[in-house]
């Protein structure tokens, strides 16, 4: 079975960085997949924030890019996102998700239990 | 980038077939998937490639798309589908951006 938990702060700070991990059990992040992080406002819908393959190819959604990195660690199973200068827009609750890309085809599956990160002084 | 649109609710009674829809360009060239989300809960995977049902999904759960437009159906909605339901598809530029729909709403009276 597939697991993703996600871990970090739950309080930040605004204009500072916002660093979350997601560890995956059950199976190899080095495996033939992509690894996503995906945010929810408060009352509000999905956003997906970023994906990461598990050569270190990263795509990000361009409203985010100039503030997002996502990294990976195989030996550790594990990937991580770091979001600079945050504000409180960037309260949500984050999740990170396996990711499918199959020809026409992508789609997220499983996904971690989020963890919601509160952006405040 | 790429906009997927959803009604923001949708009612159905109980037993009855419902459809939740989703309306994008990029649906011309990629596939739709769907996520349920109860209250409080992660989302989850009900449908990908349009129209392909995970295992563990109830087969009451089906999709179906047609030029830009992606279609959820339950077929005899239960009480314990009442959720939010989101379509995701690749951006419509050829990329591997992902996109959200903003979500429908579906009501079990």
């Known amino acids: 079975q597939v697991l993703l938990q996600e871990s970090g702060p739950g309080l930040v700070k605004p204009s500072e960085t916002l660093s979350l991990i997601c560890s995956v059990s059950?199976?190899?992040?080095?495996?033939?997949?992509?690894w996503g992080w995906i945010r929810q406002p408060p009352g509000k819908g999905l956003e997906w924030i970023g994906s990461?393959?598990?050569?270190?190819?990263?795509y990000y959604n361009p409203s985010l890019k100039s503030r997002l990195t996502i990294s990976i660690d195989t030996s550790k199973n594990e990937f991580s996102l770091r979001l600079s200068s945050v504000t409180a827009a960037d309260t949500a609750v984050y999740y990170c998700?396996?990711?499918?890309?199959?020809?026409?085809?992508?789609?997220?599956?499983?996904w971690g239990q989020g963890t919601l990160v509160t952006v405040s002084s | 980038s790429s906009e997927l649109t959803q009604d923001p609710a949708v009612s159905v009674a109980l037993g009855q077939t419902v459809r939740i829809t989703c309306q994008g360009d990029?649906?011309?060239?990629?596939?739709a998937s769907w996520y349920q989300q109860k209250p409080g809960q992660a989302p989850v995977l009900v449908i990908y490639?349009?129209?392909n049902r995970p295992s563990g999904i109830p087969d009451r759960f089906s999709g179906s798309s047609s030029r830009h437009t992606a279609s959820l159906t339950i077929t005899g909605a239960q009480a314990e589908d009442e959720a939010d339901y989101y379509c995701?598809?690749?951006?419509?530029?050829?990329?591997?951006?992902?996109?959200f729909g903003g979500g429908t709403k579906l009501t079990v009276l």
């Open positions: 995701n598809s690749r951006d419509s530029t050829g990329s591997h951006l992902g996109v």
């Open positions: 059950g199976y190899s992040i080095s495996t033939n997949h992509y």
């Open positions: 990029s649906l011309r060239s990629y596939y």
């Open positions: 490639d349009n129209d």
């Open positions: 990461i393959y598990h050569s270190g190819s990263t």
């Open positions: 998700a396996r990711g499918t890309i199959l020809g026409k085809g992508s789609w997220f599956d499983p």
